[in-house]
């Protein structure tokens, strides 16, 4: 699998970008390695492939719809599970897309800045099983409140029949895309800028390698 | 039997503070005496043996030191790039919106540390992303603040101050790994347990 991040960012070999990102390259080697350990995994356990690329469509349409990411991960879940779920999850997060972060502060001297909002509860159905369904609620919980957090959403993926290992799997996975759809959006805004500056400085020689 | 903690007793600090805090988690961390040599050496260093927070990742030790090793590499490779005290202004500015009060303990309390700042460090915490901090901190802030927020609104205007902050290419790579970086670490700390102020701090 090629670098995800450049390939998303559209950091060609080369290119300005790829110069910059070649300075922390235990951050970038790393960063690919958390998406192969947690979205090709040798032994997927409890937590199957088609269920992580749903978690992972449902994750970025709802922190990230206009990313590339969308349409990425999207397809490794065609291809994983059934046209059907695929559906589903993209269905699930345009009903459930909205601003974030909100929720409600627990400390006491925080609760002026609480801004409450809802909480989703996923039915299981034929296409969206209930070990699903969970880890769904939970994906939304984190990408959009997740200072809303409490024990009570863990016994719920508990109770849907996760175990602890699988729970630090799948918060690993929604935390991590939270981070990787970011680092995207923003290298995707400094590719721009740095192309464009770039465009219009005659001395420079344009960066045909800089975007796709 | 459930592997779900929940504490009756609510020490959580009143608000977000550079003090040190506790943090006790919600789902069993791994004891530290049943550690596997995989394990062990997935948290790669003493202190993380002794947190439960680390404890608790390392049900997953790969997941655990992949992500540790981007950790490191962002915050603490200063071959190049911006300073450490600016990073952690990105670290911190993140946690403040998402309100992780125990992240934003940590990494503005280091903020401190490596610039002296504790005023404008604090203005962060009592007032938000918008404080005036001084540059490039605010404009640091902001950015950070922006590209955390969903949708996004990170851009070409977020970029452009930091630009004018001084900032060049490199640096702004710093900013949105910082920034990035907690939107990770930020939920994993809040949906796997709560902050507490240490018992030797309390009144």
Redesign the interface.
Known sequence: MPDVIDMLAGIGAGS??DS??A?????R???Q??FE??FEPSEPGGFPLAERYAVAAYTVG?????SPALAFYTELLEDEGDAALAAAVAQLAEEHRR???Y?S??????MG?SEPGPTVEIPADEAVGQHLAAALE?AH????H??D?A?E???RL?SAGW???D???L??L???L???I??V???L??N???TSERAGDPTQPQDAAGSE | MSVVTEYTEDNRPEAFTQQGLGWKPWLQPLAEDELTEQQRASLLDDFRVKSPYFRLLVRNPEALLARTLVDKDIFYNVTSGLPRADREIAASAASRVNGCVYCASVHTGRATKESGREEDVQKLLDEGVDADLGEPWSAISQASAALTRTPSEFGSEQIQQLKDAGLDDADIMDVIYGAAFFNWANRLMLSLGEPEVPSRARK
């Open positions: 300005a970008l910059i990102r300075t922390r390259p235990q951050a080697e790393n960063a390695r958390s350990l947690l709802l922190q990230a719809s206009s601003p974030g972060p929720g502060y627990k400390e006491s001297g925080l800045e939970y919980l984190l990408s959009l997740p200072r957090a024990p959403h863990l016994r508990e175990s602890a290992d729970i630090v799997t918060g690993q929604v935390s991590f939270s981070f990787q970011r680092v959006d923003g290298l805004a400094l721009q800028e740095v």
